[in-house]
């Protein structure tokens, strides 16, 4: 009636379709070493599959065959990769190609130093250079410095020297009297009129 | 130290008044330790409104301008001062720059 279903498929049809009163729940390998054999397995005996001796014969036979070649092969691919090391490590040529590159690595090395020594020689032209200027710079600066201090201290001195010019015109407590005579005898009038044409009139009433 | 102004606006007075009142406000600047530099006078004339001090209204009053160095920690004890003294309307401490070139190209007056 059901079709052959194996599996998975078999406890999900067991999940859907419970046959017990209780759903039990599919999972694999749930039981433990000492849990009881199965009821439908009581009396099972394993029984390995029925081997056909023409065939184990045949089998055997070409099996020691392939094995033989197999092992052969590798013996000798293993072999060919010892001989090489050996070969490269103490060889016939091992010493000349040994003496070719001790050379080829000194003159490596000679031109190394060569340049190493070549780029020391620019570079130190360059850094005294750039010192050289550094120091003029530095000397430039301070040379402006003191040209701004002093320019400073003249005009400062030219605003003292006007100052001193005009004092001569302030008012002192002897002054005083005589001052206030002046300015009452002398009223100063800033309000002036001016037009389009830039005509400026400076005589206004004064109320 | 720094400059200042002084716009003084003085009660309308008959002149030996208004030049005791001078002398003593250039006085007080003085104690205070000021350089006063200038005196001028800009006339007596209308007030622009009707100013009340010390209970009296004024309607006319003199103008003058008082250039002075002085210490700037004098000025709030002179202004006191000057607002305290009867014969004084208004009177305005201004700072005084230094003038800077301008470029204006109107008629140099």
Redesign the interface.
Known sequence: MFPVVGGRSARVARLLAPRSAVLVAAVRGRKSRSDPVAKSKEGRIKVPPPVDPVEMVVLKERYTEYQLIMRALRLEFKEGVIRKKYEQETGSRAEERARQEEGEHRALMEWNNQENLRILKLRMIRVQKEKEEAEQKKLEAIMKREEEQQQFMKEKEKEILQLQE?AK???T?EN??Q???E??D?????N?A?DKE?R?IKQTV?? | MPRYELALILKAMQRPETAAALRRTVETLMERGAVVRELENLGERLLPYKITKHCERHKRGTYFLVDFYAAPDVLPGLLNHLHRDVDVVRPTVLKKDAQTPSQCCGPQL
């Open positions: 005009e015109n302030f008012i407590p005083l009297d001052r206030i005579e300015a009452l002398n009223p100063k009038n800033y002036f001016i830039g400026v004064l109320q």
